[in-house]
């Protein structure tokens, strides 16, 4: 095996194992193909195999994505399209068949006809496809509007023996066809082959909703039966007789159909943008975007949001082994096929801000985490997780447009940008609150809290929105006139109030936080205040009358000279 060179890109896959991979040493029995393959890279290769057999990273490891992929399985920010890649050139892989072999996965349902026998059809994968890991018992296999399903396709011819008097042609045999079907019904076919490739579409608008997509092959023979008969002519002349024997061939035409199909259920994955965005009075701008689906996350050319959500690519280990079948018996081989699926889990970080973001508040219904396959070494979660079905973020000062936000999938090519009117907008002001002392004795005192939109001056009234006021460490409300008078204990000489409003998206208008802090006096301070409102005037005085002395001549200084 070649080495990797010490690329940006290795250091940047090496950081990433380190952070987000768990080392194990759990195997599986199975193999891999045996190396790079299709167009892939080694770099990219490498990481596909999740769920392979891991052992300990090498002792004189070079930093290359084959080490690192031999001791853990990788985890990606995206679904990647080397998948896609992979399987389309794997399924070229299907070993060459003939009229007497069938070859199948050993997991292929397997139908006969009279002459047509081990005839099967099976899905070999559907992308771009997500198998989304949501719970315990929830993995639905996510699929865009349109996308393309590959499969396998295979059969034996088992004629009669021939004998003395009958033998057996076979003229013709073939995949004559090669449907697809949604939910019944016919959307696409193709020519006969043993590895079809046949495109659909029409699940727009269908996100959440499940569907079967069904391939559906016809397999056709034509043969011939030759029957020889002989029977004995005999002419009688007189007292002799004679005798031959005729021969007859009669040929019979025979035809055989057999249908295979193979369904799997997908469902419909079709990603919109909608939620709500303001802009700060300190021109930073909030932004909530929020799906009913597990979703990836979004960005700006300024940063970008990641949800719960990572993902990783592993074999299908239905294929890891291939049955031939003849007419003697049944043998078992290595498989040359190994179709990758993408599947995403939740990761135990949640959801993260990178670049000038910075996450308010994620959304969802609490949910158990899932258990991944068995060898898949990656951070599974143990508690319940927030789906992260909403993200709300603050971004510093951002200075693009809102067409500008790409909101990204959990499959392959579906994310989308935002469009003017997908994020509804939001005012938010700034509020003014204020704080006053309207009696005090030397155990208690009593404020009075106003709050007011600054912009406006309307009253805030906290009690019939989302927010409080936040006096010295007691939540309070405003009542219509913006509002609320308290009486505190005197504990402290400083009286600090400070409004926490609700969140922008949820109120309207929304608001941003203001605080304001009151002195309470104290018989030594009320002293010290009086002694300085006196002193003040009287320094002023002594001042100027030092300044007139000494710029006239004037006797006045000092002033008590003549005392």
């Not at 299907?94 to 050993?106: M, R």
């Not at 009913?292 to 949800?307: H, K, S």
């Not at 608001?511 to 301070?525: E, L, P, Q």
Request: charged share 20%; with cysteine.
């Amino acid at each position: 095996m070649r080495l990797l060179s010490r690329s940006l890109h290795t250091l940047l896959l090496v950081m990433a194992l380190v952070v987000a991979g768990t080392l194990g040493t759990t195997g599986a029995v199975a193999q891999r193909s045996a190396g790079p393959d299709h167009g892939l890279s080694e770099e990219t290769y490498y990481t596909l195999w999740s769920g392979d057999e891991d052992g300990d990273l090498p002792n004189e490891s070079n930093g290359s994505a084959a080490d690192f992929a031999a001791a853990t399985d990788v985890p990606f920010n995206a679904p990647p399209i080397a998948v896609e890649r992979w399987n389309v050139g794997d399924l070229e892989d299907f070993p060459a068949t003939s009229a007497d072999t069938s070859i199948h996965p050993s997991t292929a349902t397997l139908h006969d006809s009279v002459f047509l026998k081990d005839a099967y059809l099976d899905v070999f994968a559907v992308q771009p496809s997500t198998r989304a890991r949501l719970s315990p018992g929830e993995a639905p296999l996510y699929v865009p509007p349109n996308g393309t399903v590959l499969g396998t396709v295979d059969y034996r011819v088992a004629l009669p023996s021939t004998d003395a008097d009958t033998t057996w042609r076979n003229l013709a045999h073939e995949i004559q066809s090669v449907s697809l079907r949604l939910d019944g019904q016919t959307i696409n076919s193709t020519d006969g082959t043993h590895t079809p490739i046949v495109a659909y579409s029409g699940l727009e608008g269908q996100s959440g909703q499940q569907h079967e997509l069904t391939l559906e092959a016809t397999i056709t023979l034509e043969a011939e039966r030759v029957t020889r008969d002989s029977h004995r002519h005999c002419v009688y002349s007189g007292q002799s007789v004679s005798c031959t024997t005729r021969w007859t061939t009669d040929i019979d035409p025979v035809t055989d159909q057999l249908i295979v199909r193979d369904s799997i259920t997908v469902t419909g994955y079709d990603l919109d943008v909608s939620g709500y965005q303001t802009t700060y009075p300190n021109g930073d701008r909030g932004l909530v975007v929020y799906k009913n689906l597990p979703w990836a996350g979004y960005e700006t050319p300024e940063g970008d949001v990641r949800g719960v959500w990572a993902f990783y690519s592993a074999r299908d280990p239905a294929w890891d082994t291939l049955v031939v079948s003849t007419s003697d018996g049944e043998t078992v081989q290595h498989s040359p096929l190994h179709p990758l699926q993408v599947s995403a889990y939740p990761i135990e970080t949640g959801p993260t801000a990178h670049g000038d973001f910075r996450i308010l508040d994620v959304y969802g219904d609490p949910t158990m985490p899932p258990t991944l396959p068995p060898n898949v070494t990656l951070d599974v979660l143990t508690d319940e997780y927030t789906a992260s079905f909403g993200i709300a973020v603050r971004e510093r000062r951002a200075s693009t447009a809102w067409t500008d936000v790409t909101v990204r999938g959990l499959v392959r090519g579906s994310s989308i940008n935002a469009t003017p009117d997908s994020l509804a907008a939001m005012s938010l002001r700034r509020s003014n609150l204020s704080l006053a002392i309207l009696d005090q004795d030397e155990e208690t005192v009593t404020v009075q809290v106003t709050l007011r939109d600054a912009e406006t001056n309307a009253s805030i009234a906290t009690h019939d929105r989302e927010g409080y006021v936040v006096l010295n460490d007691k939540r309070v409300q405003t009542n219509e006139t913006g509002q609320v008078t308290q009486t505190l204990s005197r504990s402290t000489d400083a009286i600090t109030a400070r409004y926490e409003p609700g969140y922008w998206w949820r109120n309207l208008p929304g608001y941003v936080a203001d605080s304001d802090t009151v002195y309470v006096r104290g018989r030594y301070i009320d002293l010290l205040g009086a002694l300085y409102g006196i002193g003040v005037p009287v320094g002023l005085l002594l001042i100027a009358a030092f300044l007139i002395d000494r710029l006239t001549g004037w006797p006045l200084w000092p002033p008590w000279r003549n005392l």
